[in-house]
């Protein structure tokens, strides 16, 4: 699949790559997928659905795109993920049919919210059933990067309206933040006010701080009290635990151009032109 900024693919690496992977690695931990059917919808290029298969008994991957539905299929099918052509106001599954629908970075793509959320509930076992879903943070994107606007979202939301539709549609919402921190973090939110020790960042003066911005706004939805602690999640790869190792890198690739066989004859080339320009400058 070629990337077009529609939906992530796995070769991106960097912060794009933390984000998207830690959210469903959240999901793993945070909730026992043993047993239990899961829905990945917008599951973009399956490698999502390929992380809770991991634990759960059964994912069905579900996009409008047919490319990608093509293309996860041929990488990621085995016995225990399918993946299927629908839309999330269509949703191809039964009523009643699924344990655990999974929805990231899906709701700012369209307008029809309240339409896709009433058939994630058509679809979710009625007492039991639960969403994970996230939404882009539209104030952080309008505060930090004013400029800058994804021609694929169609309809971002501010954290209270995501709040707002979330308890039209269900009963208890436990509410995370997302955002980067040398890696990715998500941190529970609740009202009184966030469970985790508040993260700081300061100027080089050391006069003004802020706290932890939410970047992603996350929720947990069901319809019956679910027992979520305060839960602070923190996702990296070696090149951030290890920020001098891409320097070294660099700097070897450096030393081998340097060393190499054109490098020196360019040198011995250049050298004596630069010094004539020199002269006559």
């Known amino acids: 699949m070629k990337f077009?900024?529609?939906r992530y693919l796995p070769d991106k690496e960097g912060i794009l790559s933390l984000q998207h992977y830690h959210r469903y690695e959240f999901v793993n931990h945070i909730i026992k997928l043993k047993n239990k059917i899961v829905l990945d919808i917008a599951c973009g290029e399956g490698y999502g659905s390929l992380i809770l298969g991991k634990n759960a008994k059964k994912v069905y991957g579900v996009?409008?795109?047919e490319?990608?539905?093509?293309?996860?299929k041929n990488k990621y099918s085995n016995k225990n993920i399918d993946f299927l052509i629908g839309d999330v106001t269509?949703?191809?599954?039964e009523d009643n049919s699924v344990d655990i629908v999974v929805s990231f970075e899906t709701i700012e793509h369209h307008d029809r919210h309240r339409e896709m959320l009433s058939e994630i509930k058509r679809v979710l076992k009625p007492n039991s059933g639960i969403l994970i879903i996230s939404s882009p943070d539209k104030l952080f994107y309008e505060k930090n990067y004013p400029d800058s606007k994804n021609e694929f979202h169609i309809k971002e939301l501010y954290k209270d309206e995501f709040h707002q539709l979330l308890k039209e549609h269900f009963e208890f919402n436990y509410y995370y933040l997302q955002n980067n921190v040398f890696g990715s973090i998500i941190a529970r939110e609740t009202q009184e006010k966030a469970d985790?020790?508040?993260l700081y960042y300061f100027n080089k003066d050391n006069k003004n701080y802020g706290k932890l911005q939410s970047r992603f706004n996350i929720?947990?939805?069901?319809?019956?009290s679910?027992?979520?602690q305060g839960y602070t999640s923190i996702y990296t790869y070696d090149i951030l635990s290890d920020p001098y190792s891409e320097l070294i890198t660099m700097q070897k690739n450096l030393e081998s151009i340097t060393n190499s066989r054109?490098?020196?004859?360019?040198?011995?080339?250049?050298?004596?032109l630069r010094k004539v320009k020199k002269i006559f400058s």
């Open 4 to 6: 077009t900024g529609e």
């Open 63 to 65: 996009d409008i795109s």
């Open 67 to 72: 490319e990608s539905i093509v293309h996860a």
């Open 90 to 93: 269509k949703i191809p599954l």
């Open 196 to 198: 985790y020790s508040d």
């Open 219 to 224: 929720s947990i939805s069901a319809n019956q």
């Open 226 to 228: 679910l027992d979520m």
């Open 262 to 272: 054109s490098w020196c004859l360019y040198n011995i080339i250049m050298k004596p």
